[in-house]
Antibody, heavy 117, light 110 residues
Framework: QVQLLESGGALVKPGGSLRLSCAGS????????MNWIRQAPGKGLEWVSY????????FYADSVKGRFTISRDNAKNSLYLQMNSLRAEDTAVYYC??????????WGQGTLVTVSS | QSALTQPASVSGSPGQSITISCTGT?????????VSWYQHHPGKAPKLMIY???NRPSGVPDRFSGSKSGNTASLTISGLQAEDEADYYC??????????FGTGTKVTVL
């Protein structure tokens, strides 16, 4: 069955960087669009970034544009999120999710990013 | 892009029906039939419950149904069960973002 496993979450200081990974299995990774979605403590879900199956089309939420970079390696069945210039408000659980026709059909368990001095 | 508006909480007794609303604008909910709903038990992965306004993925009980009128989408849970207690989020494709989530609704089974 479809499995998504995020990793890379950690405690980082404001202004620091972090790279999240998402390993996919149980499906043809290169067929799927992928997204990062986050949930800050006590808050709702927030869409963060999208990448097409080939990697040729990318979108970002305004809140992370210019600071975060999404990428993928279809040969390794992996999705990445490079996060730079981190702020306290980036503290959240980060989920990767597959996308079909404008909805998110499979999600990982999430990885926690804490930005604090 | 502002979050879609959902009620903070909805409650019902077992066996009852409840409806959660999700209000947006003509640039998101009202403009596209790409509204989806997710169930989220804290600490677990969110789960897709409804896609494209009113379609259920395989494995989702038919107690869950979705609809849309104008700029407002709705999720109805009929025959409420204890395991339905969770947070629920709507999501819509938008003309700008390209995706936006709702503010979330906590469903309590009394």
């Amino acid at each position: 069955q479809v499995q998504l496993l995020e990793s890379g979450g950690a405690l980082v200081k404001p202004g620091g960087s972090l790279r999240l990974s998402c390993a996919g299995s149980g499906f043809i990774f290169s067929d799927y669009y992928m997204n990062w979605i986050r949930q800050a403590p006590g808050k709702g879900l927030e869409w963060v970034s999208y990448i097409s199956n080939s990697g040729s089309t990318i979108f970002y939420a305004d809140s992370v544009k210019g600071r975060f970079t999404i990428s993928r390696d279809n040969a390794k069945n992996s999705l990445y999120l490079q996060m730079n210039s981190l702020r306290a408000e980036d503290t959240a659980v980060y989920y990767c999710a597959t996308e079909r026709l404008r909805y998110f059909d499979h999600w990982g368990q999430g990885t926690l990013v804490t930005v604090s001095s | 892009q502002s979050a879609l508006t959902q009620p903070a909480s909805v409650s019902g007794s077992p066996g009852q029906s409840i409806t959660i609303s999700c209000t947006g604008t003509s640039s998101d909910v009202g403009g596209y039939n790409y509204v989806s709903w997710y169930q989220h038990h804290p600490g677990k992965a969110p789960k897709l419950m409804i896609y494209a306004v009113g379609n259920r993925p395989s494995g989702v009980p038919d107690r869950f149904s979705g609809s849309k009128s104008g700029n407002t989408a709705s999720l109805t849970i009929s025959g409420l069960q204890a395991e339905d207690e969770a947070d629920y989020y709507c999501s819509s494709y938008t003309s700008s973002s390209p995706y936006v989530f709702g503010t979330g609704t906590k469903v309590t089974v009394l």
